[in-house]
């Protein structure tokens, strides 16, 4: 049972990939204004039905994002972490959250150059983004005992992982869909020496 799970999922996530390729290389090649849903589903070897089953917008196939989600396995991992080290536990259940939004194996580099000439994309980014704070939020809510004694506290944490994110990201542009701990460790130390400076 659990193979044909993974069998599925695989060929779910070959599928979103192949949308999300033939997307991103009408744009670049054409100009996302000129590029159709019909065309996008053609190149893919799908139907328009299909597109819209893993896509909501032209756009959102283009920048090859999805709706991001919150897994068991991530809210273990924060609530066995988080009494240890509130940072990294908040920067770690963002980046994951945001990971289930990506497409694995894609080429952040070029979502990079789309999103920096297309305002449209960068802003289909961003709400995906928001989204995945959202959820993370909702997380950190629920433990506040881990926080200062404030409303405002854990919005404060969520903005604050966010940034270390975004300041790792444009380090290294595949950090979070890779997974790559050592760039976002690296992103979380130099908030800390920076915000020990401040302070």
Do not use: W
């Amino acid at each position: 049972m659990q193979t044909s799970l993974s069998l599925r999922e695989r060929k779910r996530t070959d599928t979103f990939r192949s949308i999300h390729d033939a997307a991103a290389e009408l744009v670049l090649d054409r100009g996302l204004i000129n590029v159709t849903v019909d065309e996008i589903a053609d190149r893919a070897g799908v139907s328009q039905r299909t597109f819209f089953n893993y896509f909501p917008t032209k756009e959102d196939a283009v920048v090859g994002l999805r709706t991001p989600e919150l897994t068991d396995e991530m809210l273990q991992s924060f609530r066995t972490r988080v009494g240890s080290d509130l940072l990294s536990s908040a920067v770690e259940l963002l980046a994951a959250v945001i990971r289930t939004a990506l497409v694995p194996g894609d080429d952040p580099v070029r979502r990079k150059e789309l999103t920096a000439e297309y305002p449209d994309l960068r802003k289909r980014f961003m709400l995906r983004i928001a989204d995945a704070e959202r959820l993370a939020l909702q997380v950190i809510e629920e433990q506040p005992e881990s926080l200062p004694n404030t409303e405002e506290a854990a919005r404060a944490l969520i903005t604050l992982a966010g940034a270390v994110i975004r300041f790792s990201y444009q380090q290294q542009p595949g950090s979070v869909t890779a997974d790559d701990q050592e760039t976002l460790h690296q992103g979380i130390e130099t908030f800390r020496e920076v915000l020990r400076t401040a302070l």
